[in-house]
T-cell receptor, first 114, second 113 residues
């Protein structure tokens, strides 16, 4: 199974600033995803980031707020822009492998916006 | 729109007990279903994946079943241990949308020594 690392593991940011979260995978994967987990809630998909194409955003998420890069098959970044306290969440990177699309998750980035 | 529900939301059991966690989904046109474990403040660990054509999968003390027609899955944990304490999440992948997992809200399990 893929091993996924994320940086930073946690951060405290001020309102109005931006934070870029990095996701590194130990193998080449086509399908990569970014999820958000708000306090006490389950996971919600932000976008799908497949290498070689533009990221596809889910309803309620827009590129200006959550720009994503996917420069190669092992790396992606998610930026949370112009942050507000409502953006305080855990952000998780995920990949899907194999013909059954078994999905694996990184350890998450815990973001607090003050 | 696919919705995933997990019951109960929380469960506390004494060590050694066998237990069942429940997951239901509204649209039976799924590609597969995956059970995860999440420890506090951490990411998700994949436990079991069941393809839509399968009825169950086993890994150690864990057994997951799938009844696609009724929209139900169960996760059976045998001989529970304090180290099993975590939140257990069920997620389904819709057929034709292989990339998107729809998650339930989870069952928070506490196993008391």
């Amino acid at each position: 199974s893929a091993v996924i690392s994320q940086k930073p593991s946690r951060d405290i940011c001020q309102r109005g600033t931006s934070l870029t979260i990095q996701c590194q995978v130990d193998s080449q994967v086509t399908m990569m995803f970014w999820y958000r987990q708000q306090p006490g809630q389950s996971l919600t998909l932000i976008a799908t980031a497949n290498q070689g194409s533009e990221a596809t955003y889910e309803s309620g998420f827009v590129i200006d707020k959550f720009p994503i890069s996917r420069p190669n098959l092992t790396f992606s970044t998610l930026t949370v822009s112009n942050m507000s306290p409502e953006d305080s969440s855990i952000y998780l990177c995920s990949v899907a492998e194999g013909h059954v699309y078994e999905q694996y998750f990184g350890p998450g980035t815990r973001l607090t916006v003050t | 729109k696919q919705e995933v529900t997990q019951i109960p939301a929380a469960l506390s059991v004494p060590e050694g007990e066998n237990l069942v966690l429940n997951c239901s989904f509204t649209d039976s046109a799924i590609y597969n279903l995956q059970w995860f474990r999440q420890d506090p403040g951490k990411g998700l660990t994949s436990l079991l994946l069941i393809q839509s054509s399968q009825r169950e999968q086993t890994s150690g003390r864990l057994n997951a079943s799938l009844d696609k027609s009724s929209g139900r899955s169960t996760l059976y944990i045998a001989a529970s241990q304090p180290g099993d304490s975590a939140t257990y999440l069920c997620a389904v992948r819709h057929r034709g949308s292989q990339g998107n997992l729809i998650f339930g809200k989870g069952t928070k399990l506490s196993v008391k020594p």
